[in-house]
């Protein structure tokens, strides 16, 4: 150990690397620290929001129905007289939630896939980019509605029985159903590309150089998947996460809206807004609010994902 | 100095009849056609060639590291005596990187981006030499010293792109010699830098073989480069080995055509001044279309019939001794003088 020396100025001295680069990079983009903001706020809302409005989000105020906004009720009341800030707030928390555990699903099932395809080539190559090609070609809406359609009424009719045999009240929140069917149906249509985005990375980074280099130092597949080559392809996998994200929240909105994903009581934008658009001649703060903050959060997952591309990629950019 | 002896030196690395073809669409091609090659125990070879010619495919070949398409059809390589192309995988991985170090041509894409060069040198330590973490950074050190990296202790945490080309090619060196390798391939290690670093480079490796006591082959195409590195010389044309001979033999008395071409294409000061350089005109012939005699006869200004019609062996010029060139009408050339 004493033949590494250990001067004052070598402590000193600020290690660099690649994510910090890549850190300081995206801090000099305006845009996407705008994003990252927005994603903060928003996350921060989602976690500890509903602790801090000032009303229950289902809680009604029958005398003041569709109030225009006011301080007591920043963005106003919606027809049963709840407050709408209080709801856009649990509407962000339910829209964070499906975001994450959709995109957590759909990334462990695209790596996995994407990573074999990539890397043993070949048949399972071959059924794995068809089994992605197959799912792609469904059109989105259609496969939710007919899984939700076809396993609404079982599941909650299971649920209702385990109830009656347990009495555990967990059976009894029928948000669970809507939340499984929600998250199940979402996975499934978003890990197409990320295995994709995965298997395209494997494959490219398979034939480069380096790879050849850690070959010819004896190394073990083992440790060249995963040294050389997962590694490699965390970049752009964060890109498309980050973006993923942003889409997640948009699919969740536009199913609610249809009346295929999260259903009332539960607030989500989505709802709100399919409320919203019934009146909004009349009481136009109903569809602004929630429209407002789901654009505000897909710009934000977009100026982030923009900026970590520029950042995590320095020379693809511009 | 030179490692020529009265006694024959010992081989450490002998290549015998080695082909290697590749799939295309239309059927197998040959791009290295029955290449004999050696390195002996401390020798350093150049092998010399255009581009194409099929010198890293060689090399790769060796280690068994050629891409997807690209197949050994015959041949053997024996190293220190076994054959590199038939012994187990397990077998291979010990060879790789412990016996012998590669040194790969581009410097900005052999390492790996994301990992720090210590760790990248410490990799082959700790597998081939069951080496502790702590025990391979102190030798990953010692090793940047070797090679000539100022302050080698700040640099092992470094990455890749915070140093400069000749850095990094010092840092692929690095991990070349780690395991202390009896045999040191470096596939034009200089050929992505600045003139004066390659030159750098060169006399790093001519300081570091004497040191470590190790054989070397280096590929390149710029013969001048390392005139006053390598001890041998063999070129390489369209996969075959044309001449083989020691390096002052062959600059003083080149006798293949294509060699004397090479020689002739080297710019010397009064070339340059007079903004003259000559080279060999035509191209090498694709993969595939091979011609049936001397691959060289297309291009070669001494063709004569039977040189379109069998292909020339490589054979010591003059009966014997060391000079060995594979071209009808130099050997003939020789007989009559
Ligand atoms: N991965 C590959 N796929 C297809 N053909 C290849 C591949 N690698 C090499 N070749 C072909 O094989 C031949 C020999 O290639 P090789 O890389 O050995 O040449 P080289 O002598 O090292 O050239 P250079 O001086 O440019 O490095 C070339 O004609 C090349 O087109
Ligand atoms: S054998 Fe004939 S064609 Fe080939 S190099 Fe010699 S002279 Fe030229
Ligand atoms: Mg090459």
Known sequence: ?318 | MNAMTMSAPERLLDVKGLSIEIDTRRGPATIVDGINLHVNKGETLGIVGESGCGKSLTMLSLMRLLPNKIKVKSGTANFAGRDLLTMSKSELRKVRGGQVGFVFQDPMTSLNPVMRIGDQICEPLIYHKAMKRADARIRATELLRLVGIPSPAERLDAFPHELSGGMRQRVMIAIGLACDPELLIADEPTTALDVTIQAQIVDLVKELRVKLGMSVVWITHDLALIAGLVDRVAVLYAGTVVEDAPVEELFANPSHPYTRGLLASIPKLSDVAANRLSSIGGTPPEPGRRPLGCPFAPRCQLAEDICRQSVPPLEPLGGSGPHRVACFVAQRQLEAA
């Open chain 1, 1 to 318: 150990m004493a033949t590494i020396p250990m001067t004052p100025a070598e402590l000193d001295e600020p290690k660099t690397s690649l994510w910090r680069d890549a850190w300081y990079r995206l801090v000099r983009n305006k845009l996407a620290i705008f994003g990252l903001f927005v994603i903060i706020v928003l996350a921060f809302a989602a976690a500890f929001g509903p602790y801090l409005t000032p009303y229950d989000f289902l809680s009604q105020d029958l005398d003041a129905r569709n109030a225009a906004p006011s301080w007591a009720h920043l963005f106003g009341t919606d027809d049963l007289g709840r407050d709408v800030f209080s709801r856009v707030i649990y509407g962000t928390r339910t829209a964070f939630v499906v975001a994450i555990v959709v995109t957590a699903i759909a990334v462990t099932i695209g790596v996995a896939l994407g990573a074999m395809a990539g890397f043993f080539g070949g048949w399972l190559d071959r059924i794995i980019m068809w089994l992605t090609d197959v799912t792609m070609s469904v059109p989105n809406l259609l496969l939710v509605v007919v899984i939700n359609a076809s396993l609404k009424a079982p599941l909650a009719a299971w649920m209702e029985a385990q109830y009656m045999a347990t009495l555990n009240p967990f059976f009894r929140e029928t948000i669970w159903v809507d939340f499984i069917l929600v998250f199940g149906s979402m996975a499934l249509i978003s890990w197409p590309p990320y295995a994709r985005l995965v298997r395209a990375q494997v494959l490219s980074i398979r034939s480069r150089p380096y790879i050849t280099a850690a070959r010819a130092l004896g190394l073990t597949t083992r440790i060249i998947l995963m040294r050389y080559v997962v590694p490699n392809a965390v970049g752009p996998l964060i890109v498309s996460v980050s973006a993923g994200l942003g889409t997640a929240m948009v699919l969740e909105s536009a199913f609610s809206f249809l009346g295929v994903g999260v259903n009332p009581p539960t607030p989500s934008w989505g709802n709100m807004i399919s409320d919203g658009l019934r009146v909004w001649q009349h009481y136009p703060h109903l569809l602004a609010a929630p429209a407002a903050v789901l654009g505000l959060a897909t710009v934000g997952f977009s100026f982030l994902g923009d900026g970590l591309n520029d950042a995590l990629n320095p020379r693809g950019s511009k």
